[in-house]
């Protein structure tokens, strides 16, 4: 506002339905949203959420997943309400840091860049980050001044495990 960047924290309470096929894709849908959301400091919003989370009764869920763009504090906040939950990267972060890489081999909007993303999007999605991972510890070896291939890879392997997209969707 007027030039001032500030955050507002939201946190979604769903129920996610049993998986389906649509366009030959198996797709997961969530129901019953409720959504809360505040513009204060992340301890503060870890406070007032308690009741948002206790009305869902988040606490008895037979299974809870955090899906979340990677943020420390969103940890901090998982750990606080829903320490067993599964935690989930949101694929598009995960995808924009895959895409920094592309971009410092490939160039920005450029096709050889679309290209080499979409094809390592898919193996993301489909086969898990291990290997993927390691190919890009083999590109921050050939380029050891890259900060875009460095700090990117330090963001993915800092969050291996909410990335492990095939298992999440086996599980539905």
């Not at 999605?125 to 050939?142: A, D, R, V």
Request: hydrophobic letters at 35%; charged letters at 25%.
């Amino acid at each position: 506002l007027h030039g001032i960047w500030a955050e507002v924290k939201t946190l979604v309470v769903g129920e996610v339905q049993p998986v389906v096929e649509e366009k030959g894709e198996k797709v997961v849908h969530t129901s019953k949203l409720s959504y809360f959301s505040r513009k204060v400091s992340a301890q503060e919003f870890q406070r007032l959420a308690l009741v948002e989370m206790h009305r869902r009764g988040v606490e008895n869920a037979k299974e809870v997943a955090a899906i979340m763009d990677g943020a420390d504090w969103e940890q901090g906040f998982t750990d606080y309400h829903c320490p067993r939950a599964t935690r989930i990267l949101d694929f598009p972060h995960a995808a924009g840091h895959v895409n920094g890489i592309g971009e410092f081999l490939h160039g920005e909007h450029t096709p050889e860049n679309q290209a080499w993303l979409k094809e390592r999007l898919h193996r993301l999605k489909h086969e898990g980050p291990e290997k993927l991972l390691l190919e890009f510890q083999t590109l921050q070896q050939q380029y050891p001044q890259s900060q875009a291939i460095s700090g990117n890879l330090a963001y993915l392997e800092k969050r291996k495990e909410q990335m492990q997209y095939p298992l999440f969707q086996a599980q539905g």
